[in-house]
């Protein structure tokens, strides 16, 4: 009986130490980047160097690698572009990869920027210059539904983490 009660005393100790493990999710090897930021973006003509007017947008890293950002971007219309959905890694010590996409729901034509129905795909370098703030290249490009490039832009930016 002693024998018994000892085996289910050590099996309900290793079930609360495997609760306990659940509890507290893993620290991520990510989590320098880890976070909500406020990014200003400055899109500029690949080939001229001519730059658009900055806008804002938000962007978060989440603990995982995957990320979510939105913008107000003025080449919008209301509602025409949908949230980024992507991932990051680690590319150095103070350097990370990212790339998001989000849908475009309908075409505008000119004046307007002319995009298509489909999708835009963001792909940058990003820099810590601190723990609480970056600077970033990117490339922005947009594909009709058919996948084929209608345009693509680069980008600057510098994000700071919000607090």
Aim: glycine fraction near 8%; charge should be neutral.
């Amino acid at each position: 009986m002693k024998n018994v009660l000892r085996i289910l005393a050590c099996a309900l100790g290793l079930m609360s130490l495997g609760t306990a493990a659940y509890a507290n999710p893993p620290v991520a090897p990510l989590a320098g980047l880890t976070g909500s930021w406020r990014v200003t973006v400055t899109t500029y003509n690949c080939s001229t160097l001519v730059a658009n007017p900055s806008f804002k947008s938000y962007v978060t890293f989440n603990f995982d690698g995957t990320m979510t950002e939105t913008t107000s971007a003025p080449m919008f219309q209301p509602g025409q572009r949908s949230s980024g959905h992507g991932y990051w890694e680690r590319a150095g010590r103070n350097f990370f990869h990212a790339v998001s996409e989000a849908f475009i729901q309908f075409s505008t034509a000119p004046p307007l920027p002319p995009l298509k129905r489909g999708y835009q795909r963001i792909e940058q370098g990003i820099e810590f210059t601190d723990h609480n703030h970056f600077t970033s290249d990117a490339t922005a490009t947009f594909f009709d539904d058919a996948g084929v490039v209608v345009v693509s832009l680069c980008a600057s930016a510098t994000g700071e983490r919000m607090d």
